[in-house]
């Protein structure tokens, strides 16, 4: 009895499959049921010689069970009935062996060897009918392998679908890190061109402040000079007090009037000499600090020189990895 759709028939019958045939063998149940076991030992038997297919038998299940499902298929054979079931139950059967990894080609063959093996026992038992018995099974053999190769075409369909919404989804992510990553890169850029920009202005500013303390430094200098000039007017000032003090002794007490004179000029040469003593210590300490801070103003230029330098090897980096992102955007678009 056939119930399918309209496409399943139509597959019946390009195989050649008809109501009859189905009848026929449903009149062999008892014939099968006599031979299973040594159908399906035998198979077994030749299935197991080849290394491949028994590690994979033994990954997944067992022999036994392997063999009790392959009696119920065998005697199913004869159930006179191909309806929607039967090509579900077959479909399910493909898609399993195709996702533990047995390749169409040893599944397709496992059939020529089944019929093969079933013939020679129909051979022997039913001489007067095997011929047409296998003619069946061949058709129906065909069948199966049909379905498997559908089973195996919707499993790697899907598979392939899966892979492809993987592979979607790795190319939104990764279309979503590329602008992220752009736009840091841009951030990262404008900073790193800032602090370049603000470097740079830093080394000039402090290169100002360089020569201004230089043209300081000169100005103490001539500052130190000048007190030297007047300390030396202080001794002489002094010496000339004290030789004016000693000529009004001379004259007695028609010097006294010079003599007061004599010693307000020494008083006020003595008082000039420590005050330029003073001013030249406190030039000296001067000096010493504007040394400190011209050291210190050099430091800072060359670090601001550095920083510069640092600042637009990172803008040149950020550069090349913006050109990065951009061909990798674009291979990400071009994937999409």
């Given at each position: 009895?056939?119930?399918?759709?309209?496409?399943?028939?139509?597959?019946?019958?390009?195989?050649?499959?008809?109501?009859?045939?189905?009848?026929?063998?449903?009149?062999?149940?008892?014939?099968?049921?006599?031979?299973?076991?040594?159908?399906?030992?035998?198979?077994?038997?030749?299935?197991?010689?080849?290394?491949?297919?028994?590690?994979?038998?033994?990954?997944?299940?067992?022999?036994?069970?392997?063999?009790?499902?392959?009696?119920?298929?065998?005697?199913?054979?004869?159930?006179?009935?191909?309806?929607?079931?039967?090509?579900?139950?077959?479909?399910?059967?493909?898609?399993?062996?195709?996702?533990?990894?047995?390749?169409?080609?040893?599944?397709?063959?496992?059939?020529?060897?089944?019929?093969?093996?079933?013939?020679?026992?129909?051979?022997?038992?039913?001489?007067?009918?095997?011929?047409?018995?296998?003619?069946?099974?061949?058709?129906?053999?065909?069948?199966?392998?049909?379905?498997?190769?559908?089973?195996?075409?919707?499993?790697?369909?899907?598979?392939?679908?899966?892979?492809?919404?993987?592979?979607?989804?790795?190319?939104?992510?990764?279309?979503?890190?590329?602008?992220?990553?752009?736009?840091?890169?841009?951030?990262?850029?404008?900073?790193?061109?800032?602090?370049?920009?603000?470097?740079?202005?830093?080394?000039?500013?402090?290169?100002?402040?360089?020569?201004?303390?230089?043209?300081?430094?000169?100005?103490?200098?001539?500052?130190?000079?000048?007190?030297?000039?007047?300390?030396?007017?202080?001794?002489?000032?002094?010496?000339?007090?004290?030789?004016?003090?000693?000529?009004?002794?001379?004259?007695?007490?028609?010097g006294l009037g010079f003599e007061v004179v004599a010693n307000e000029?020494?008083?006020?040469?003595?008082?000039?000499?420590?005050?330029?003593?003073?001013?030249?210590?406190?030039?000296?300490?001067?000096?010493?600090?504007?040394?400190?801070?011209?050291?210190?103003?050099?430091?800072?230029?060359?670090?601001?020189?550095?920083?510069?330098?640092?600042?637009?090897?990172?803008?040149?980096?950020?550069?090349?990895?913006?050109?990065?992102?951009?061909?990798?955007?674009?291979?990400?678009?071009?994937?999409?």
């Amino acid at each position: 009895m056939i119930q399918v759709n309209e496409a399943r028939r139509k597959q019946l019958r390009y195989i050649g499959i008809e109501e009859d045939d189905l009848k026929f063998l449903s009149t062999k149940q008892k014939l099968f049921s006599d031979i299973t076991d040594d159908v399906v030992n035998e198979l077994y038997d030749r299935i197991t010689e080849q290394p491949e297919l028994l590690r994979l038998i033994q990954s997944h299940s067992t022999i036994e069970r392997l063999k009790e499902t392959q009696r119920w298929y065998f005697q199913a054979l004869t159930a006179g009935v191909i309806d929607e079931e039967f090509f579900s139950k077959r479909l399910y059967i493909g898609k399993v062996h195709s996702r533990i990894g047995l390749t169409t080609d040893w599944y397709l063959g496992t059939y020529v060897l089944y019929l093969d093996i079933a013939t020679s026992h129909l051979k022997r038992i039913v001489p007067e009918e095997w011929l047409r018995i296998t003619y069946v099974l061949s058709k129906l053999f065909n069948l199966d392998s049909q379905i498997v190769l559908e089973a195996y075409e919707q499993d790697e369909k899907a598979k392939i679908e899966k892979l492809v919404d993987e592979r979607q989804n790795m190319l939104v992510k990764v279309s979503g890190i590329v602008q992220e990553l752009s736009s840091m890169m841009v951030q990262l850029s404008e900073s790193s061109n800032a602090v370049a920009t603000n470097a740079i202005h830093t080394a000039n500013v402090q290169e100002n402040s360089n020569v201004k303390v230089g043209e300081l430094s000169r100005e103490i200098d001539e500052i130190h000079q000048l007190g030297s000039t007047m300390r030396e007017i202080s001794d002489q000032t002094h010496l000339i007090g004290l030789n004016a003090a000693l000529e009004a002794a001379r004259a007695g007490e028609a010097g006294l009037g010079f003599e007061v004179v004599a010693n307000e000029i020494r008083k006020l040469a003595t008082h000039s000499k420590q005050a330029l003593i003073t001013i030249q210590s406190k030039l000296k300490e001067i000096r010493s600090s504007l040394d400190e801070v011209k050291h210190g103003s050099e430091e800072t230029v060359r670090f601001s020189r550095e920083q510069a330098a640092s600042s637009q090897e990172l803008s040149s980096f950020v550069q090349m990895i913006d050109t990065v992102t951009a061909e990798l955007n674009g291979l990400v678009e071009q994937n999409s």
